[in-house]
T-cell receptor
Framework: DSGVTQTPKHLITATGQRVTLRCSPRSGDLSVYWYQQSLDQGLQFLIQYYNGEERAKGNILERFSAQQFPDLHSELNLSSLELGDSALYFC??????????????FGPGTRLTVL | AQKITQTQPGMFVQEKEAVTLDCTYDTSDPSYGLFWYKQPSSGEMIFLIYQGSYDQQNATEGRYSLNFQKARKSANLVISASQLGDSAMYFCAMRGFAGGTSYGKLTFGQGTILTVHP
């Protein structure tokens, strides 16, 4: 158990819908990262938050947004869902912004299926 | 830009034997970190081992060791005394640092599926 929690574990929805994925980092960790894992794209970095502020953006679609709340939990919002958004979405957390040796610990993931 | 290449889509090993999973990387960053993660069939990503680019010695964590050859830009994972529970997908990843700014994101390779036979 990494200490990172993600809910829900599975999500099945229809095209055009909107969903929210939730993540709670390990106790004491200030950085939260979101990744998408799909068969064709592999593991892709989406976005990073540090202590409530957005710090880095990767290949995140405009239909996707995220935020980190004062209690440090984070939510990833996916809207106008398409079939191609079906993937495993991971949240990871680390202690600092990105120091040397700052390990990212991953949650169990949310498997999103868009029908 | 950073790139991780794992050239072995699948590897097989006999239980109790050692196995090496290959990873090569490409980066122009002056310092960087290399990580290995394990993803069992259940889907979670488990951190295994870390190697810093300026570390003088190869990292070790229990049965896992990292064969780091900086000049060759390789960071191979060695698993000794393989166990059936080692059957999983293994990912090599890196994070770079340049000019005092660190990039928090991890860049992952495509992964290697390891199967341990009894």
């Amino acid at each position: 158990d990494s200490g990172v929690t993600q809910t829900p574990k599975h999500l099945i929805t229809a095209t055009g819908q909107r969903v929210t994925l939730r993540c709670s980092p390990r106790s004491g960790d200030l950085s939260v990262y979101w990744y998408q894992q799909s068969l064709d794209q592999g593991l892709q970095f989406l976005i990073q938050y540090y202590n409530g502020e957005e710090r880095a953006k990767g290949n995140i679609l405009e239909r996707f947004s995220a935020q980190q709340f004062p209690d440090l939990h984070s939510e990833l919002n996916l809207s106008s869902l398409e079939l191609g958004d079906s993937a495993l979405y991971f949240c990871a957390s680390s202690a600092t912004l990105a120091g040397v040796g700052d390990t990212q610990y991953f949650g169990p993931g949310t498997r999103l299926t868009v029908l | 830009a950073q790139k991780i290449t794992q050239t072995q889509p699948g590897m097989f090993v006999q239980e109790k034997e050692a196995v090496t999973l290959d990873c090569t990387y490409d980066t122009s960053d002056p310092s960087y970190g290399l990580f290995w993660y394990k993803q069992p069939s259940s889907g979670e990503m488990i951190f295994l081992i870390y190697q810093g680019s300026y570390d003088q010695q190869n990292a070790t964590e229990g049965r896992y060791s990292l064969n780091f050859q900086k000049a060759r830009k390789s960071a191979n994972l060695v698993i000794s005394a393989s166990q059936l529970g080692d059957s999983a997908m293994y990912f090599c990843a890196m994070r770079g640092f340049a000019g005092g700014t660190s990039y928090g994101k991890l860049t992952f390779g495509q992964g290697t599926i390891l199967t341990v036979h009894p």
